[in-house]
C-alpha cells in the first residue's frame, strides 16, 4: 500500500471521528474546509436540509489572487469573501468542520478571515 493511501485513510478516519460530533443545521450551519496542493475550498452547509448556502474557493469568479499572495494570504481573502457570500443568504452563526486538518496555516487563515468578516464560530 502507498504512503498517499494510508495518508488518505487516515484523513477519511478523522473526518467521521469529527462528523460523529458536529452537524449544521438551519441556525447554525456547518463550515466545511478542503485544501489541496493549490487551491482551498469552503462551503456553509445546512445538514438537515442537505443543502449547501454558501461557497467560496480559490478557483471560483468572485476571487482574485493578487501577486504578493501566498497560499495562506488566499486562504484569508477566501474566509472573507466567504463571510460576505454568506451574509447575502442569511448566514452569521457557523459551526467549524476543519475537515480532518489541523488546525493551523491555511485552516486556521481561513477562520480568522471568515471571523474578521463577521461569521461567528
Do not use: W
Not at 17 to 37: A, C, E, H, W, Y
Amino acid at each position: 500500500m502507498a504512503k498517499t493511501d494510508l495518508k488518505r485513510k487516515a484523513r477519511a478516519k478523522r473526518v467521521q471521528r469529527i462528523r460523529k460530533k458536529i452537524t449544521g443545521n438551519s441556525d447554525q450551519p456547518r463550515l466545511r474546509v478542503f485544501k489541496s496542493n493549490k487551491h482551498i475550498y469552503a462551503q456553509i452547509i445546512d445538514d438537515s436540509a442537505g443543502k449547501t448556502l454558501a461557497s467560496m474557493s480559490t478557483i471560483d469568479k468572485g476571487f482574485q489572487k493578487s501577486d504578493d499572495d501566498d497560499k495562506t494570504g488566499s486562504a484569508k481573502k477566501v474566509g472573507l469573501l466567504l463571510a460576505e457570500v454568506a451574509k447575502t443568504a442569511g448566514v452569521s452563526k457557523v459551526v467549524f468542520d476543519r475537515g480532518g486538518y489541523i488546525y493551523h496555516g491555511r485552516v486556521k487563515a481561513l477562520s480568522e478571515g471568515a471571523r474578521e468578516g463577521g461569521l461567528q464560530f
